[in-house]
């Protein structure tokens, strides 16, 4: 059985009204913390680092408003903190933002990278991501099953599947190559896995739900 068919199916809903472009803008001063995380967030605008002049504007109270003018679309909604993540709510649809010095990316590329002063910004940004360790044991489990991923010497790794209720554990090896903070994976069958490095745990929706691996 293949690993994927331990899973169950979810549709990933795009906002078709805003690509992954960019513009330019300038960014306020001063630092909140919001939905009470521990982890403080620079408030201010970030602007898409392309051409459509999206902005996202972080004010404190954790409320955040989304502004696109060239497409005539605009929306106000909520933000939380969590480490390297800001979760924001946008018409009642969560999208996934990681921070990266003065820059933020959503990972599936519906807003793209946006920074404190668009281009600008991105151009003297200092990274602050953790590199990933690809190194040891990592474990994830939901509703479907268990799940484990043991790197290897060089790029290889083997990639474990369990089904819950003590089913069947089925194990495919596989090989991975690190771009920044993501880990590319390639299985045996030729199926794709993107791991992100994120909060010290990789995290990934490529089999169909939202997985969070920590190191055992």
Do not use: H
């Not at 369990?162 to 089925?170: D, F, H, L, P, S």
């Not at 030729?190 to 490095?197: A, K, N, R």
């Amino acid at each position: 059985m293949r690993i994927n068919a331990l899973m169950a199916s979810s549709a990933v809903v795009l906002l078709a009204s805003v690509t992954a472009c960019g513009g330019s803008s300038s960014g306020g001063a001063g630092e909140s913390v919001a939905g009470g995380s521990a982890a403080p967030v620079t408030t201010g605008a970030y602007s898409s680092v392309n051409d459509d002049g999206v902005i996202f504007d972080f004010k404190s109270g954790g409320v955040v408003t989304m502004a696109a003018p060239r497409m005539k679309v605009s929306s106000t909604g909520s933000y939380t903190v969590d480490g390297e993540k800001l979760a924001v709510t946008l018409d009642g649809r969560q999208y996934t933002f990681v921070r990266d010095g003065k820059c933020i990316e959503e990972g599936q590329q519906i807003f793209g990278k946006l920074c404190r002063g668009g281009q600008a910004g991105a151009a003297s940004n200092v990274s602050t991501r953790k590199p990933p360790v690809v190194t040891g044991t990592w474990v994830a489990s939901n509703a479907d099953g268990d799940f484990r991923i043991d790197f290897k010497s060089s790029n290889s790794l083997t990639f474990t599947g369990t089904m819950a209720g003590g089913g069947k554990t089925n194990a495919e090896d596989g090989t991975f190559v690190v771009e920044g903070d993501r880990v590319n994976v390639t299985l045996s069958q030729g199926m794709p896995i993107i791991l992100q490095f994120v909060n010290d745990a990789y995290e990934t929706t490529s089999l169909g739900q939202a997985l969070r691996f920590k190191r055992k």
